[in-house]
Nanobody, 125 residues
Framework: QVQLVESGGGLVQPGGSLRLSCATSGFTLSLYTVAWFRQAPGKEREGVSSSTRSSDGSTRYADFAKCRFTISRDNAKNMVYLQMKNLKPEETAVYYC?????????????????WGQGTRVTVSS
């Protein structure tokens, strides 16, 4: 069955960096759009970044993520990554990996069919 398992979260100081990983299985990653979302306490889930299927090959970032976050994927290894730098305390949240067959890369949660369980990122001194 389809599975997405996030890892790499943890405690990081403000201004620090972190790389999240998403291990996928049960589907052909190259045919799927994948995305990262996050949900802070008391807030709605919001899109962070997406990477469309290989035949399209485009990426998309929320405004807050531009120039600081980088999404990447390794289809051969069935892995998706989110490199984050210059993290801020308000970015403390649970970060989720999501997948949608084919897909357009839109950063709206209801477009995505499959979700991981999330990995917690805490930005604090």
């Amino acid at each position: 069955q389809v599975q997405l398992v996030e890892s790499g979260g943890g405690l990081v100081q403000p201004g620090g960096s972190l790389r999240l990983s998403c291990a996928t299985s049960g589907f052909t990653l190259s045919l799927y759009t994948v995305a990262w979302f996050r949900q802070a306490p008391g807030k709605e889930r919001e899109g962070v970044s997406s990477s469309t299927r290989s035949s399209d090959g485009s990426t998309r970032y929320a405004d807050f993520a531009k120039c600081r976050f980088t999404i990447s994927r390794d289809n051969a290894k069935n892995m998706v990554y989110l490199q984050m730098k210059n993290l801020k305390p308000e970015e403390t949240a649970v970060y989720y990996c999501a997948a949608e067959v084919l897909g357009s890369g839109v950063l709206e949660a209801d477009h995505y069919d499959y979700w991981g369980q999330g990995t917690r990122v805490t930005v604090s001194s």
